[in-house]
Each structure stands twice: as structure tokens, then as C-alpha cells.
């Protein structure tokens, strides 16, 4: 009997059956996972951390959730995701596992299938103080990753935005949850702010609360929110 990953047992080996949703079936597919296969839900906790990335774009920093979705391909045959990458460590992008709208927000930033990257470092994670409609407003790392506009005629990201430079938000690289914050916060394209200064976020880790990690045989491991665990059958043996 099928059930989704959601359903299965930690820790135990489980048959890859299939993914119901086309487009994420597409992305198992590329990165080699097959009807058969044997896989494993995780009990451990699962972590990334921020990160900072050379793309054929230039440089960019990836929030926990953009680091953890991006899988590369290393010159020595063995894949990981960004975020379990070594500083200096180089490959190319084998593939994604997100939304569609974070998939095309990615190659914004130089980041699709089959493009070079370089990881550079892990970085801290920081909160972003701003100024927006003359108040001072924090704003997440996470979400400073996923804003991008231009100063003057240069676009980037908010996140390695000039301080007290005038920056103009043109597009939310994200998912509905992201620009859904973003909207609440009233940054959406159009909107201007400034950076007025960086600091490291209190009380912060690099765990994913709502993240289950999906190991495979070759040593893969896949971070998955839960609606994607629910669009993934496998059976117990």
C-alpha cells in the first residue's frame, strides 16, 4: 500500500513509488531518483544555514530555504544541496526542488539548471534594518534574499544592497509565502527604502522547524516542506 511521505516512518527503508504533482515529478526525475528506489524519511533535525554564492550572474546570497532547495551536481559525481556545500566547493545546477515562482526567482540570480556555481561561504544570519515611509523597519534575511530592485540603473538583491542608498523594489523572489509577508509589510515592487544598517538576528539557529529530510541510497538528501511531502508516495517494505 502507497502512502504519502507525510505518513511514513522515520528512519526505516521505504520504496520510492512516484510524485503526483507533474512538475515536481519532472525535477525527481533529473536528479536521478527512480520508481524503486530506496529511500529514507528522517528523524533528524533539518539544517541549513545561509549562504553566500558565486553564479554566472555574480554573487548572491541564499536564505536557509533557498540554499536547501538548489541541488548541485559536483565534479566528482556526487549531489548535494547548496546548503551542505564547502566554501571553494564548485558544480553545476542539477536541479530544484521549490515552487515554481522561487524556481524562476532563482535564475534571476543565475541559479537554473545547468549553470555554474560556486559556493563562497556560510554567513550568519542577520536582520536588515531599514528605513520605509520615514519608520525604521526590520527585515528578515530570508526575506532581504528574496527582494530585488535596483540602485540607480544596478539591479540586486536587497540583501548585499549600499547602505543609505535609495533602493527600488521591482520583483519578489519567492513563493506565495513570500511575497505574501512582503505584501504585508507593504515592500512590493514600486516601494523604495534604504538600508540603514546590518545585525546579527537574536535567538536565531539554522534549523528547519517545518522541513523533513528525504535521504536516498546515493546519499541525495532532499529538504522538503510539508506540501511537498504529501505529493510523494512511497510504500514500506
Known sequence: MFVPLSQAPYDSP??????????????????????????LRMSEEARACPVRVRTPKGEAVLATGMASKVIVHHDDGHKTPIAEMKPGESGHVEGVVCSPNLEQGLAVLGIENDAAITMLRVIPPMDYIALFEGSRMFIPQGAAAKIWGKIDDMEMQFAVARRDSLFSITKILGGERAVNMLTRMGLTPGAELRLSSVRPAPGTSCVFKDQTVLATRSGLRLYLRPDLEERILVEAP
Open 14 to 39: 521505504l520504496i520510492f513509488e512516484q510524485v503526483t504533482e507533474p512538475k515536481l515529478a519532472q525535477r525527481f526525475v533529473r536528479l536521478g531518483i527512480s520508481r524503486g528506489d530506496v529511500v
